[in-house]
């Protein structure tokens, strides 16, 4: 499945000026925000009924699809200890909420080089941890005894408690890319009703439709966060932004020539131009 995905989900080309679903970079990290509206196999795992038994069973109340996103991180990576019950305004963190919710982490690549990390019964002391993240320094002082690491294989899927500390541990080579896709369950709650990044999907994705999913894909109810993260052109990394200026500028004089020919060239010249480019298109 993870090969399904990562082949579904194009993460090498950024795209400008375009309406279909695409990746975003920042720094070196690449973000595929709503994966389940691009990838079918992404999409069907995050609403099969082995994910929502899952958060049945271990939330044991009404819960909804709040997030989910494709994150690869490509020669190096930093990641703070941090949860994932955070309360946002746009791309503002507010603070952290106490609903009970489950984040799930599915590795589309080894992580040999780059083990999660949790802090074991952390869940129950983070909500009164006063900052969005904690520093490793502390993490290590206070609280090493309780450290746990793994590293995962491909394809391997871990279900986690929202309010527990974790991470990625950071690296850096050239050649390492660390994929993860993640999609987070929370309960719903009339204390936050517009909880949840805006969704996006496919319609034809979802072949066995029941009413619960009403509930679980949030239809018909107020998002109030956008999907993360907002980027923009100065988040790319300035090799890629140096190509894709290029790519620009050769775009660039291809409109200087379409705008010339649509000028002084008659409209039958002009039909006569794309008829010709399209038989050539056919052979």
């Known amino acids: 499945m993870a090969d399904q995905i990562l082949g579904e989900l194009d993460m090498a080309s950024i795209a400008i000026n375009s309406s279909t679903l695409h990746p975003v970079k920042q720094g070196s990290f690449s973000f595929f925000p709503n994966a389940i509206a691009k990838s079918r196999s992404a999409c069907r795992l995050a609403l099969s009924e082995l994910i929502l038994s899952i958060c049945r069973d271990y939330l044991k109340q009404d819960f909804s699809l709040v997030n989910n996103r494709l994150v690869r991180a490509c020669g190096s990576m930093y990641m703070p200890w941090h949860t994932d ?61 309780y450290i746990v690491e793994i590293s995962p294989s491909k394809g391997t899927l871990l279900a986690l408690n929202t309010h527990l500390f974790h991470r990625g541990v950071g690296f850096k080579k050239k050649d390492f890319i660390r994929s993860l896709l993640l999609f987070q369950f929370d309960v719903i709650s009339d204390d936050l009703k517009d909880h949840g990044e805006q969704l996006l999907l496919n319609p034809s994705f979802i072949e066995d439709f029941d ?10 109810k107020p998002r109030a966060y956008s999907a993360f993260p907002e980027t923009s052109l100065e988040d790319i990394p300035p090799l890629e932004s140096i190509s894709i200026q290029v790519k620009l500028l050769s775009s660039l004089f291809s ?24 038989q050539r298109l056919k052979i």
Not at 106 to 126: G, R, V
Not at 211 to 220: A, D, E, F, R
Request: proline fraction near 3%; hydrophobic fraction near 40%.
């Open 85 to 145: 019950n955070n309360v946002m305004s746009g791309q503002r963190f507010r603070g952290k909420h106490n609903l009970p919710g489950v984040q799930f982490v599915l590795y589309l690549s080894d992580s040999h080089l780059a083990p999660f990390q949790l802090i074991q019964n952390s869940e129950k002391w983070s909500l009164g941890w006063p900052h969005r993240y904690l520093d490793n320094a502390t993490a290590e002082k206070d609280f090493n005894e």
């Open 211 to 220: 009413l619960s999913l009403v509930k679980i894909l949030g239809l018909g």
């Open 255 to 278: 409109n200087i020539l379409g705008s010339v020919t649509k000028t002084f060239f008659s409209d039958r010249l002009r039909v006569f131009i794309k008829n010709k480019r399209s």
